[in-house]
């Protein structure tokens, strides 16, 4: 049986390469993460693999490496997780820190969700079906992190930001965790 996905006492994940950000603070409340935050991301948009993203999360993203990088190399983001297309899961940001991830936000009319919520970027883009060993990884880390949160709801980028958002976009299918996500005890 492999082994599963566990987040130690520091809000690391055992199966997850670390590759730390610089990009994160305090958290207000270390202990009250009640969203997860599911994002899409691909550096150039549309283009898989190689190590743009690490690169933006990390701020050494090169703008004279593609055209849209000049727009976006002087941001300073991260997310707590990334989910390749191959279902290699990288950690970038304790969940116990504020990830910067989700920006000017709002969720059930609490505003700045980075204060209390736990980012996850899938590897893809609004334009593309994601991959089932992406689903697969998600679903693990989302079981993870409920048993070690008081997780209460998942959405998307687009729900807590829907005028500036639109991730993880209309090929991402819901369905493969909301029903797992509602079959997990202690959610409440």
Known sequence: MLEPVIIN?????????????PNFDSRPNKFNVS????????????????NNIF??????LNPDDHEYFRSIANLKVSSHFL???DGSLFQFVSCLERAWHAGESSWNQINNCNDFSIGIE??????????????????ELIESLIKEYPIKDIKGHSDIA???KTDPGPYFE???IKTYFNQLPNKD
């Open 9 to 21: 006492d520091a809000g690391f994940a055992n199966k997850a390469k670390i590759i730390l950000s």
């Open 83 to 85: 989910i390749r297309r």
């Open 35 to 50: 969203l997860i935050v599911i994002h899409n991301i691909s550096l150039p948009p549309g283009i898989y693999g190689g």
């Open 55 to 60: 690169d933006l999360f990390t701020n050494k």
């Open 162 to 164: 829907p005028s500036r």
């Open 174 to 176: 819901w369905s493969k």
């Open 122 to 139: 899938l590897e893809g883009s609004d334009y593309d079906a994601f991959e089932a060993k992406q689903y697969d990884c998600l679903n």
